[in-house]
């Protein structure tokens, strides 16, 4: 609410290393999904929807969240407009309340397993397939 904000402002900048800091302050997103959509060059390879532990607000894996295998044509295209479209990337994305789209990150070194897990998709031997792809066919790929 407003007054918590005013007062965790007030007390961030009173504290002399914060002073001189910038303070990023954003509306509040209430998350209906989340989603991780993995990407190689700009083609989706699967998503999965993004399931948090009981009791738990993250929804990463490596805090206990549960990936479900999901497919939303609308989440993939707003992803892929999104995102580079060089290497491989692990996108999160959430729905919120009214239906809203966002990208939360597009990490460059994605842990896949609970991805994989998920969707039954080997994203090494995607990775791999995509380099033997580059090779054979050099012509076809932009630099």
């Known amino acids: 609410n407003l007054s918590e904000a005013v007062l965790y402002i007030d007390n961030f900048f ?8 910038a303070l990023l302050l954003q509306s509040y997103i209430s998350v209906k999904r989340e989603y991780r959509v993995m990407v190689l060059d700009g083609q989706c390879l699967g998503m999965a929807e993004k399931k948090a532990q009981e009791g738990q607000i993250a929804h990463n894996a490596a805090l206990g969240g549960q990936f479900i295998t999901a497919h939303d044509e609308e989440v993939i295209e707003f992803t892929l407009q999104h995102v580079s479209r060089k290497g491989i990337l692990g996108a999160d994305v959430i729905r919120d309340t009214a239906g809203r789209l966002f990208l939360l990150e ?4 994605p842990q896949w397993y609970a991805f994989e897990r998920a969707t039954g998709i080997d994203v090494a031997s995607c990775i791999i397939q995509r380099a033997w792809q580059r090779i054979l066919f050099p012509n076809d790929f932009i630099r």
Do not use: P, V
Request: hydrophobic share 25%; aromatic share 8%; glycine share 0%.
């Open 14 to 21: 009173s504290h002399e290393i914060y002073s001189r800091s």
């Open 106 to 109: 597009a990490n460059r070194a």
